[in-house]
């Protein structure tokens, strides 16, 4: 009988004793296939969200204004226990404040937040802590922009002048890899592998794990929305903190590819194959590879008239200059001449007026005094027409005498303002016309520029005769594997997967009777939990080692899946709060202990049963003492009294959070 490993060394000479090899070649496959001993058990670290400041400016809501939001208020943090974001009506900013807590963590922008609360928002910064260690997610980026390669992301770490950044850059894949591998590194996850015929071997990283500290509703496994390849189970058994569960993944999924492409060679015909396809591709690049080898070019020729055109560059962006400077100019002399000519016209249109009201009143003839009533002649207005004088008061009449004159002078500065208008808006368009063919003339010169680079760079290769004969060599070596794949010999593979059977086997026994006990106790916890959360009738639950919740539930046995939609709910957050307990308890385990909780009254749930679990919520937190829950609903009076008034933010009435 075989002693139980107790370190790595012990480890490997197992599985050599097993798989009937000696512990060097065992140690050749661990190091072929990335298989490391992993057999500490882990020290749980915690999660905290610290604060969430957001600024922008909103538009087209019925609230349009500058952003500038903070929570929680001034330099406070928020910290363990139950922190709600509350608003009477929907549609208030609950969730969006959720997903962009999850789009920090994951340092993946916008994620599932709404296109347009983002095009709102120039800044998003959410801090964390772990531990005691404070970090920073920060994104920046113009208000109204919506694409997210236009932000800016930095990732940060401690306080103060003992802060650095970690990363400063666009807030694109790169960006959400340095979160990842911060996370990882500092929480000491490992990535869970896995390999199906279908698709190949797969990696699932931090962003597998995130996914099961929110729960946005009832779900097809109980941690985490990512349901293939055994990512339940890989979460379940690295939450309870599981010594070697990353070695067996590894080696789990190593065994399951190298036994499928043993399987692949041995049964495929070696003419259709994959080394068969490859040889295909290499024989079409070798061919392709000589085919433009064969094409001579003249390279000095190019080479000249490129350094030509770069010279005529220079000329022609300064005649593109000059050019667009005199557009400038005469359009802004149009212009003026344009405003000289509308001024004199309304001058000229106003003496017009002035002269025609004049002659108006002159031709007035009253029958009477407008003082004495006393009747007036009419043959005294023909004699003072005759006159040139007023009939009324006498007065000779000099006005009309003087305003032909300026009236044609008036019309003459008219006419010659538009002339200098004509004149100007015709050297204006000539100007326009030059700026075009300059401009046409540049871009040709610079798009020949292009094609003379292209030519030099697709002209001969200095190092093609040694890549042809290095294409030659390969492909005669696949003919030759091919060939000798023909014949029914013992591959590497065969034995790779003798070893690696031993090695997933050793490696599950180290854990298998551990993880029985954990997850009893996890089983029974979380029936206890969900009892109190509200699920009614549960007797006990039986968490299986192959991720199988089984309840027996008013006298009859179902599974997870079987539960309604409220009790799968209460369920998943009795299943976090459970991991969170037993790890306190055993003082091992890696669930950081933070749970967001989006909307979960939606799920069958009416304001008292709601409130309830609340309640029951913030009872197990107190006595867990170091767990956070962030939960979004919509505000009843019940709730308001569960969470504490300094750890709620509220929008009374059609108030928005921020």
Same mark, same amino acid.
């Given at each position: ?324 400077? #005199?557009? *400038?100019? &005469? ?5 003026? %001449?344009?405003?000289? !000519? @509308?001024? $004199?016209?309304?001058? /000229? ?56 004159? #300026?009236? *044609?002078? &008036? ?5 010659? %303002?538009?002339?200098? !208008? @004509?004149? $100007?808006?015709?050297? /204006? ?67 790779? %997967? ?161």
């Amino acid at each position: 009988m075989t002693a139980t490993p107790t370190n790595a060394d012990d480890w490997v000479g197992t599985i050599a004793t097993k798989a009937k090899v000696s512990p060097e070649e065992v140690q050749a496959v661990l190091d072929r296939h990335g298989i490391l001993p992993q057999s500490a058990l882990p020290r749980r670290r915690q999660l905290r969200v610290a604060w969430i400041a957001l600024a922008g400016r909103k538009q087209g809501t019925d609230d349009d204004r500058d952003i500038s939001f903070r929570w929680p208020d001034g330099d406070g943090e928020m910290g363990a226990g139950l922190w709600a974001f509350l608003s009477d009506r929907n549609s208030r900013g609950k969730s969006s404040l959720l997903n962009l807590i999850q789009a920090a963590l994951r340092g993946e922008f916008p994620g599932n937040v709404k296109p347009d609360v983002w095009g709102w928002l120039s800044l998003v910064e959410v801090a964390f802590r772990i531990d005691a260690t404070l970090y920073r997610v920060r994104v920046e980026k113009d208000a109204g922009e919506v694409d997210p390669r236009m932000a800016w992301g930095t990732l940060s770490r401690g306080e103060g002048d003992a802060r650095i950044d970690l990363y400063a850059g666009p807030a694109d894949k790169l960006f959400e890899k340095a979160v990842a591998d911060n996370m990882m590194e500092e929480f000491g996850f490992g990535s869970f592998h896995a390999f199906n015929k279908a698709y190949g071997p797969r990696t699932h990283g931090w962003n597998a794990i995130a996914t099961s500290f929110f729960v946005h509703g009832p779900g097809t496994a109980v941690f985490g929305n990512v349901t293939r390849d055994g990512v339940p189970l890989r979460l379940l058994q690295m939450f309870m903190g599981l010594p070697w569960i990353t070695t067996y993944s590894a080696a789990s999924t190593a065994f399951k590819k190298v036994s499928a492409e043993g399987g692949k060679a041995s049964s495929a015909d070696p003419a259709t194959g994959r080394l068969a396809e490859r040889l295909k591709a290499t024989e079409q690049e070798l061919e392709d590879l000589r085919a433009r080898s064969a094409t001579r070019v003249d390279r000095p020729r190019l080479r000249s008239d490129l350094v030509t055109r770069d010279r005529e560059t220079m000329r022609l962006r300064a005649a593109v200059t000059l050019a667009e400077e #005199r557009v *400038d100019t &005469l359009d802004r002399q149009a212009a003026a %001449a344009q405003e000289s !000519v @509308a001024e $004199l016209k309304r001058t /000229l249109q106003q003496m017009r007026d002035e002269r025609a009201a004049g002659m108006v009143f002159r031709r007035l003839r009253p029958v009477c005094c407008p003082s004495c009533d006393n009747g007036i002649d009419a043959k005294r207005y023909d004699t003072a027409e005759g006159g040139g004088t007023c009939a009324l008061c006498g007065e000779r009449h000099v006005e009309g005498e003087e305003d032909g004159p #300026r009236i *044609d002078d &008036l019309q003459a500065d008219v006419r010659e %303002a538009e002339q200098v !208008v @004509a004149r $100007l808006n015709a050297e /204006l368009a000539a100007a326009k016309r030059h700026l075009r063919e300059a401009q046409a003339e540049r871009d040709i010169n610079q798009a020949r520029i292009g094609e003379i680079a292209a030519e030099l760079a697709a002209a001969e290769d200095p190092d093609a005769e040694f890549r042809v004969r290095a294409l030659e060599a390969q492909a005669e070596q696949l003919r030759e594997i091919i060939a000798e794949m023909a014949a029914p010999v013992k591959t590497a593979a065969a034995d790779d %997967a003798s070893i690696l059977r031993q090695v997933e086997k050793v490696t599950r026994e180290l854990f298998d009777d551990l993880q029985r006990d954990v997850l009893k106790e996890v089983s029974d916890e979380v029936a206890a939990l969900s009892r109190r959360f509200g699920v009614q009738h549960v007797e006990g639950m039986d968490w299986t080692g192959n991720n199988v919740l089984n309840i027996r539930q008013g006298g009859a046995d179902l599974t997870f899946s079987d539960l309604s939609p409220g009790e799968n709910l209460r369920v998943r957050i009795a299943a976090a709060l459970a991991v969170v307990a037993v790890a306190r308890r055993r003082r091992f385990g890696r669930y950081p202990g933070m749970l967001v909780l989006d909307s979960p009254r939606s799920q069958e749930m009416n304001d008292d049963d709601f409130a309830a679990l609340m309640a029951s919520v913030q009872e197990v937190i107190n006595e867990t003492g170091d767990t956070q829950v962030i939960v979004g609903a919509a505000t009843k009076p019940s709730l308001l009294g569960v969470v504490p008034g300094r750890q709620t933010l509220h929008a009374e009435g059609g108030r928005f959070l921020f």
